[in-house]
């Protein structure tokens, strides 16, 4: 898919249990494209075309000299709790992503298992202003035939989803998740991480309309993440599994949602 970036600026699909599995649809690039990485630094002291280029909205590069380090975004993450990356019990190989914010067009992208066909289906949040809860009304037709248009899954306090017929989408613990990029707002610029196989990493960035996948390394542990952006650029962020976030070395924090 096509878009511009940063080290910053990517969607990370993280090797588990294989090279091809849970990678996100993709479509091909445009022919004539050129896509060259740069650090988040390196893009702060470019010119502003160049910065559209990398896919840095213009608010993220407001100010002067080198970009702040940014913290991890636990307020907008406790906002967003039912957004994220989830296991289904009936699917355990597969994943389920949701993006949205409450009141707004969102979106549920589903792979039953890897190598598997994905869907994409709308979604809309609806807050309860007397309760304060939380459900997630999704178009199942789309994925399945005969399967309802509106069917709505209640948020629980630790974000996962329950359907009526009891089944549980449980958010996934490891480094896979939805994040937020602490240098571009949430969630029309998201950072995706989802499990694959053998180590490798395949990046999926997302700014906007804008969305591509690039290779890397998922280096284990507190070792982080070595990604291969465009350019024979690598970055690597590491992962605080305690703090749910991904810290790159441009001063870039991911939280994860």
Wanted: proline fraction near 6%.
């Amino acid at each position: 898919m096509a878009a511009r970036f940063l080290s910053s600026v990517a969607i990370l699909v993280v090797a588990l249990h294989g090279a091809t599995a849970f990678h996100v649809a993709s479509s091909p690039r445009p022919a004539g494209t050129h896509l060259e990485a740069v650090s988040r630094r390196e893009a702060f002291v470019a010119s502003t075309s160049a910065a559209l280029l990398a896919g840095v909205p213009l608010e993220a590069l407001a100010g002067q000299g080198a970009p702040p380090a940014a913290k991890p975004d636990y307020k907008t993450a406790a906002k967003f709790y039912f957004n994220g990356v989830f296991r289904d019990l009936k699917y355990p190989e597969g994943y389920r992503i949701v993006a949205g914010a409450v009141g707004k067009a969102g979106s549920v992208t589903l792979q039953d298992r890897p190598g598997g066909k994905v869907f994409d289906i709308p979604m809309k949040a609806t807050k309860d202003e007397a309760t304060g809860k939380i459900t997630v009304d999704m178009d199942l037709s789309i994925y399945r035939s005969g399967y309802p248009k509106s069917v709505v899954a209640t948020v629980k306090k630790d974000g996962c989803l329950q359907f009526p017929d009891g089944n549980l989408w449980k958010k996934d613990k490891g480094v896979a998740g939805l994040y937020i990029d602490g240098f571009a707002p949430y969630p029309k610029y998201r950072r995706i991480v989802l499990p694959a196989q053998k180590g490798k990493v395949a990046v999926t960035m997302v700014s906007g309309k804008q969305i591509f996948d690039v290779p890397g390394i998922d280096l284990g542990g507190k070792k982080g993440i070595q990604v291969d952006f465009p350019g024979n650029k690598q970055c690597t962020g590491k992962f605080n599994s305690k703090q749910g976030t991904i810290t790159w070395l441009d001063g870039n924090i991911w939280t994860k949602v």
